[in-house]
Every structure is written in structure tokens, then in C-alpha cells.
């Protein structure tokens, strides 16, 4: 059983559009992170989110916590070329282990 | 060196050959980690090893043997691979492994795998 469920699965767009991906999951987290993979490397931490309800920004980057801390949410603003990539979300079991979603590959088009 | 470093970054292998992957992180952190990497699919977690002592084997077959030395270096040892484990190997490394902890991972650039 997958933990965590990302969509979509792939997003293209145009430079200078705006894109959101969702990061769900019926289970209670006591945190969630997010990675960006770019080809050929691997994933890099953006951000981590603690506390339900929480909102941070990196540049045109804001992710969201939910209330409930069972899901997240990843908005870009004015997406550019230097954005695409494969998004990751991923959050920790109870054991300690980080599960990681399948991840949305976005592709930004100049 | 910083961060995470991975060698070899692209190895083909016959089924019958032997070869190690080598991960060292350079962050000082107490857990490293291995994942597998499929197309489409999650990043799957293989092995843990905190403060070098194998903490987690995730059903893992026995063609892939870990092995770490110290805090700082991470093995995989392969042997008699099939073509379904060809797929992008990562090693990863945080600062404590430990239930209910964050666990944020700084990966390697990882070894891409083929196994003819």
C-alpha cells in the first residue's frame, strides 16, 4: 500500500504559468518534506513542513501543511525552465523510515 | 569533496558478475541509507545503517549485500543480478536515524545500473 499519493503525475507547461501538486495520504504525519529530482542526480530537500496548517515560501516556491497534517501541497509561481524537474514528497512511518511518493514530473517550457 | 558522493555513476553488468557501488558522505551525519530507483515508480529503501550498524534490511534479496565500514562509507555489494534490478541505485545520508525523527536525506548523485 502506497503512503502517500501524488498528483498528477506529470504537469507541462508554459513559462510563466502557475502549477500546484498535491501530496495525500490517509495517515496522520509528524512531518513531510519535499525533493526535487533533476535527471541524472539525486533528490534534493527543499523544504519540510512541521506544524498542520503551515505555509512556506522559497521564492516562487510555497508549500502548505494541512490542517490535519495528512496531506501537502506544492505551488509555483511564474514556473521557469530552471523548475522542471520530478517533485517528491515523502514523510516518515511510524518505525522511523521515510516513504516517498511516486513524485509529478513537471516540465517547464520556455 | 562535499555532500554525498557515489562510484561509479553508470556500471553494466552480466548476470554471473560481481561489483560493489561506494557512497561517502562528507555532512558528519550517523545514518546512511540505500534506495532503488525504478521508472514510475516510488524510491524504494533497501538497507539503514545507524552509527554503522545495520538497523533495517527491507526484504531485500541476498544478491545485495551492504556493507559499512564506518559513519562515513557505504557498500552495496552485487552478485548474480537479474535485468528487472537495473534501475538508478541512491545512497543517502541524515543526521540520526530514529522513530518519530525527520530524517531529512542528502543524496548521492547515484549509479545508474544495467544488468545485461
Known amino acids: 500500500t502506497q503512503l502517500l499519493e501524488q498528483s498528477p503525475q506529470f504537469l507541462s507547461i508554459q513559462e510563466g504559468e502557475n502549477l500546484t501538486v498535491y501530496c495525500n495520504s490517509s495517515?496522520?504525519?509528524?512531518?513531510l518534506q519535499w525533493y526535487r529530482q533533476e535527471p541524472g542526480e539525486g533528490p534534493v530537500l527543499l523544504v519540510t513542513?512541521?506544524?498542520?496548517?503551515e505555509v512556506k515560501k522559497l521564492k516562487r516556491l510555497t508549500f502548505q501543511f494541512g490542517d490535519a497534517r495528512k496531506d501537502s501541497s506544492l505551488h509555483i509561481t511564474a514556473a521557469q525552465p530552471g523548475d522542471t524537474g520530478l517533485y517528491l514528497c515523502?514523510?516518515?512511518?511510524?518505525?522511523?523510515?521515510?516513504?516517498f511518493g511516486a513524485g509529478t514530473q513537471v516540465v517547464v517550457t520556455p | 569533496e562535499t555532500g554525498v558522493t557515489q562510484t561509479p555513476r553508470h556500471l553494466v553488468m552480466g548476470m554471473t558478475n560481481k561489483k560493489s557501488l561506494k557512497c561517502e558522505q562528507h555532512?558528519?551525519?550517523?545514518?546512511m541509507y540505500w534506495y532503488k530507483q525504478s521508472a514510475k515508480k516510488p524510491l524504494e529503501l533497501m538497507f539503514v545503517?545507524?552509527?554503522?550498524?545495520?538497523?533495517e534490511n527491507n526484504s531485500v534479496p541476498s544478491r545485495f549485500s551492504p556493507e559499512c565500514p564506518n559513519s562515513s562509507h557505504l557498500f552495496l555489494h552485487l552478485h548474480t543480478l537479474q535485468p528487472e534490478d537495473s534501475a538508478l541505485y541512491l545512497c543517502?545520508?541524515?543526521?540520526?536515524?530514529?522513530?518519530?525523527?525527520?530524517?531529512?536525506?542528502?543524496f548521492g548523485p547515484g549509479t545508474r545500473l544495467t544488468v545485461l
Open positions: 543517502a545520508s541524515s543526521q540520526e536515524f530514529r522513530a518519530g525523527g525527520r530524517h531529512e536525506q542528502f
Open positions: 495517515s496522520v504525519f509528524s512531518s
Open positions: 513542513v512541521v506544524t498542520g496548517g
Open positions: 515523502a514523510a516518515s512511518d511510524s518505525w522511523g523510515k521515510l516513504q
Open positions: 555532512l558528519g551525519h550517523n545514518a
Open positions: 545503517y545507524s552509527l554503522e550498524e545495520r538497523v
